[in-house]
Structures are given as structure tokens and as C-alpha cells.
């Protein structure tokens, strides 16, 4: 939030000065909880322990006692106590009828007023109105999201006309070495197919 307006402030032909209150909120020894650790949950993990944040997280199958001392991890039998001790909430689940709609009011609710949720899963994933809700309350401080439903954002859309939301397009892939290597593992998996081997990405192994 404060880096997307920052940049703002920083090349505005209006600023004059830089306010000396303007404070952003400290990632290092704040609590992460982490909505689905699977292989992508588990990078972001790995990438928090630098932080020295403490980490949560809330899985359909717990992690092995040893993947979970080496990141620091704790996990949640129930996703309502991640909710409540967060200051971040990620969610880094597959779209499934389980997961559609995880987030809803009842679990913003449940949030911290100074916690942040992060969506880099599915738009989906999260009920868009109860988030609009909660963003313009304040119930929960601020929402960052790489995803929305639909995709983009109808132009009147009431979170593209709020401070405390940052919005980008389903970016977090973006990069030139990750499309290479989602097109070469792409291939893999169709010689797999065609030679009768095993698929090595498979999505719902039977």
C-alpha cells in the first residue's frame, strides 16, 4: 500500500515536501498465517523465515514435523485461530467448491482490525462484497490482491475506489524465466501422456 502511494507522492508534480508521520506497518517478527501450504505456500514460507515472522499455517494435510521446524511453521487445526492471531493472512489455496468463497464476513471478521489479507490464489477464493465491507469499515486494515473475480475489475467496481487495497493483475507469475519454465514443465507432461509415463504434474492424482 505504501509503495504503490508512495511512488505517487514521490513523482507528483503537486509535493512539495515528504510527511515525516506517514509510517507503513513492519514485516520483520509479524505474524504470518498461511492459507494452504502446499509447494507455492511453502516458498512463501521459506522467504518469511528471513523475516523472522512467525508463521502459521493451515493446511488439508499436515506438513512432515521436519518441513515444519525447518521454516518455523505452526499448524492450525482450526483456520479460525490463524484468523485471529495474523497480522497477515495469505491465501494460496486451489479454487474448489471447498474453497469458493473461504474468506467471508464471518472470517474477516475473525481478523485483527490491523491485519492485511493477501490473495495470490483465485479471486474467488475470497466473497468480494464482504471484503469491500470490511476494507471500508476498517475491519481489517488493508487487502492486497493479485487476483479478482472477474478479471479485470469492472471499471466501477466499488475496491478500485478504495486507499486501503492494492490491486495487481494476476502478475505473480509474470516473470520471463516462469512462463519458460510453466512451458517447459507443460511440455514434460504431454510426452508423459503421449509415451504412457506417469504425469509429473499431475493436479489430481488418482
Known sequence: MYLHSGCQIAVSPDTKYFAVD?????????????????????KVAQRARAFNMRI???NRNRRR??????VGA??????????????FVMLVVNLTPETHKLIGKKELGLMKPTATLINISRGAVIDQ??????????FIRAAALDVTYPEP???????????NVIITPHI??????AIHMMAEEAITNILAVLNGRPIPSEVFPK
Request: glycine content about 8%.
Open 22 to 42: 506517514w509510517l507503513g506497518v513492519e514485516v520483520t517478527r509479524a505474524t504470518l498465517g498461511i492459507i494452504g501450504m502446499g509447494s507455492i505456500g511453502y
Open 56 to 58: 502459521l499455517y493451515r
Open 65 to 70: 514435523k521436519e518441513e515444519e521446524e525447518a
Open 74 to 87: 505452526q499448524y492450525c487445526e482450526k483456520m479460525e485461530d490463524l484468523l485471529q492471531q495474523s497480522d
Open 129 to 138: 462484497d464482504a471484503l469491500v465491507e470490511a476494507l471500508q469499515n476498517k
Open 153 to 163: 475489475l469492472p471499471r466501477d467496481h466499488p475496491l478500485l475506489k478504495l486507499n
Open 172 to 177: 505473480g507469475t509474470a516473470t520471463v524465466q
